[in-house]
């Protein structure tokens, strides 16, 4: 058994959940925050047999997008602000940042 971790945006989230329940996946869904754009992200924990893992990634590369997003660099954290001049640079987010976890043991009561 292996555990699938998933980061993806908060808009492909809802899309990707439907599509993980239709197709007969369990998962949980958990609401974090990137480290880097400190803006939301959705993890999802999908726990999963080998042989399913390959199907379970084409549903989240199938609901997950590449997007750019706009990011204003924080100022800087010592020394003068006077003549810092924050300019927005372009990211590139997505579609999906994924993990493949394998599982010792897996108990459901
Ligand atoms: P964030 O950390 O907020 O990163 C958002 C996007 O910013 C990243 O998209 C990447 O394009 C860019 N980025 C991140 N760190 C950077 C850096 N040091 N320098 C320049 N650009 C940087 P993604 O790679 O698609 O990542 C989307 C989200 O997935 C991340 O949000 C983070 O929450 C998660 N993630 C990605 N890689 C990860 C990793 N190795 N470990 C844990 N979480 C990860």
Do not use: W
């Not at 199907?55 to 010592?78: E, G, Y």
């Not at 994924?98 to 459901?108: A, I, N, T, Y």
Request: hydrophobic content about 40%; charged content about 20%.
């Amino acid at each position: 058994m292996k555990l699938v971790v998933a980061v993806v945006q908060d808009k492909d989230s809802n899309r990707l959940s439907n599509a993980l329940v239709s197709e007969g996946y369990r998962a949980t869904k958990l609401a974090s925050t990137g480290g880097f754009l400190r803006a939301g992200n959705t993890t999802f924990m999908i726990g999963i047999e080998d042989e399913r893992v390959s199907d379970v990634l084409q549903v989240i590369r199938n609901n997950c997008k590449v997007r750019d997003q706009l990011v204003t660099p924080v100022s800087p954290m010592s020394g003068s602000t006077d003549s810092y001049m924050p300019f927005p640079v372009e990211v590139q987010v997505g579609g999906a940042a994924v993990f493949v976890l394998p599982v010792e043991r897996f108990e459901h009561f």
